[in-house]
C-alpha cells in the first residue's frame, strides 16, 4: 500500500496497535493516520484510493484487534479534535474529547452530563456505541453532529440519520466523527461533581476498573421491558447468565473472565486477543447449552486472526 495522499498530520506504516486499546492486544494496521486537523482529515480521504478500507479508532476501549493487525488506515484523532465549549445547556465537543473531560466540563458549566463521567471511551466511540450507564445514553442527549464521509465531505448527522439503538448507530462504515453538540438538563456544579465522585467509588467497588478489560463484553440480552424503552429491553443482565452458567473466572490462555464483575473480560498479562475471543466464545457456548440465550459480543472484533 503506498502513494497515500500527503498529509499535514501524522501517517505512521505498519504500526502496532496493541499500545492503542484498553486489553493491550493485537497485530499492526497498514498504517496509522493521525490528522493535524478537520481539513487535513477531509484531504487525505478524498485522495485516499477508494479501495483501501479506513478504521477510526477511539481510545480502544470497547475493541479486541485481533493478532493479525488490521488492513486498512487507522484514523485516530488527537489534538486538533479534543475541544469542548459550553454554552446555555449544550456542550459542543470535539470527537476525540474523553467523555469523562466532557462530563466535567459539562458540569462546572452547570449542564447534567455526569452519566458519561465513568465511561472510558471518547466522544466519537460514544456516539458510535450509544455509550451509556446510570440509565442515561447518548442518544438522550445527542443534538447534532459532524463527520467526514469516506469520500472526504463534511456532513452534519442528526439523531434520525444516526437511529440510535442499545449500543449501537448506523454511522456508515469509514465515516469519521469529528465534532458533536450535546444538551443535558441543567444542574448544580457541586451536586454533580459529588454525584460523579460516587459513581466512581460504586465502579470501583463493583467493576475491574484497575484491569486490562474493555467494559462489557456481552450485550444484555433481549428480555422483558418494564418501560417498552429500547434501552430498557435489556433488563436481563449478561452477568447473571453468565454466572448461571458457571464462567465467572473462567479463563483461556491470558483471559479471564473477572471474578469481580463476570461480563468484563480480562487480560491478565500474556493474553492474545485469540485467547479472548476464544473464551468470549467459549462462555457464549455454554450460556446457550444452559439457558438457550444467545449472547451477543458489545466489544467490537476488528482485524485478522
Ligand atoms: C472499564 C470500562 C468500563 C466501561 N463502561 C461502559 C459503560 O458503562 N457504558 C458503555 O456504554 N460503555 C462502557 N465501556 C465501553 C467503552 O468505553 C465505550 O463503548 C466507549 O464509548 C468506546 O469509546 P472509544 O473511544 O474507546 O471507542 P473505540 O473502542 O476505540 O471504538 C469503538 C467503536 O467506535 C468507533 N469510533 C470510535 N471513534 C470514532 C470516530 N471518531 N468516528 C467514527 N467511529 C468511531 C470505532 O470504529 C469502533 O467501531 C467501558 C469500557 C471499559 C474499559
Known amino acids: 500500500m503506498t502513494n497515500l495522499p500527503e498529509v499535514r498530520g501524522k501517517l505512521t506504516r505498519n504500526r502496532e496497535l496493541s499500545g492503542l486499546t484498553w486489553l493491550r492486544v493485537g497485530g499492526p494496521a497498514d498504517w496509522l493516520f493521525q ?40 484514523i485516530r484523532l488527537g489534538r486538533g479534535f479534543n475541544g469542548v465549549s459550553c454554552e446555555a445547556n449544550r456542550a459542543t465537543v470535539g470527537a476525540a474529547a474523553l467523555d469523562s473531560q466532557v462530563a466535567r466540563k459539562a458540569a462546572e458549566a452547570g449542564i447534567d452530563l455526569t452519566f458519561l463521567r465513568t ?63 450535546l444538551e443535558g438538563p441543567s444542574g448544580d456544579p457541586e451536586e454533580m461533581a459529588s454525584r460523579m465522585q460516587h459513581q466512581l467509588e460504586k465502579r470501583d467497588a463493583t467493576q475491574p476498573t484497575k484491569d ?12 422483558f421491558s418494564s418501560t417498552g424503552r429500547e434501552d ?23 483471559a479471564q473472565m473477572s471474578e469481580k464483575h463476570s461480563n468484563f473480560m480480562i487480560n491478565t498479562g500474556g493474553a492474545t486477543a485469540a485467547d479472548l475471543e476464544n473464551l468470549g466464545e467459549e462462555v457464549r457456548k455454554k450460556v446457550l447449552e444452559n439457558s438457550g440465550i444467545t449472547l451477543e459480543w458489545e466489544i467490537k472484533r476488528v482485524g485478522e486472526f
Open 212 to 223: 486490562r478489560s474493555a467494559g462489557s463484553t456481552f450485550r444484555n440480552p433481549a428480555g
Open 35 to 74: 490528522p493535524a486537523d478537520v481539513e487535513d482529515l477531509q484531504h487525505f480521504l478524498a485522495n485516499l484510493d477508494s479501495s483501501i478500507d479506513v478504521f477510526p479508532m477511539g481510545v480502544g476501549s470497547n475493541l479486541i484487534v485481533r493478532d493479525g493487525g488490521l488492513r486498512a488506515v487507522v
Open 232 to 254: 430498557d429491553v435489556h433488563d436481563l443482565k449478561a452477568w447473571k447468565v453468565i454466572d448461571n452458567a458457571g464462567m465467572r473466572g473462567a479463563t483461556v490462555g491470558g
Open 119 to 181: 465511561i472510558p471511551g471518547a466522544i466519537g466511540g460514544a456516539i458510535c456505541m450509544n455509550a451509556g450507564c446510570y440509565g442515561s445514553y447518548i442518544a438522550d442527549v445527542f443534538v447534532s453532529a459532524k463527520a467526514v464521509t469516506r469520500d472526504g465531505k463534511l456532513v452534519e448527522l442528526s439523531s434520525e440519520d444516526l437511529n440510535f439503538k442499545y449500543r449501537q448507530s448506523d454511522l456508515p462504515q469509514g465515516w469519521v466523527l469529528v465534532e458533536a453538540t
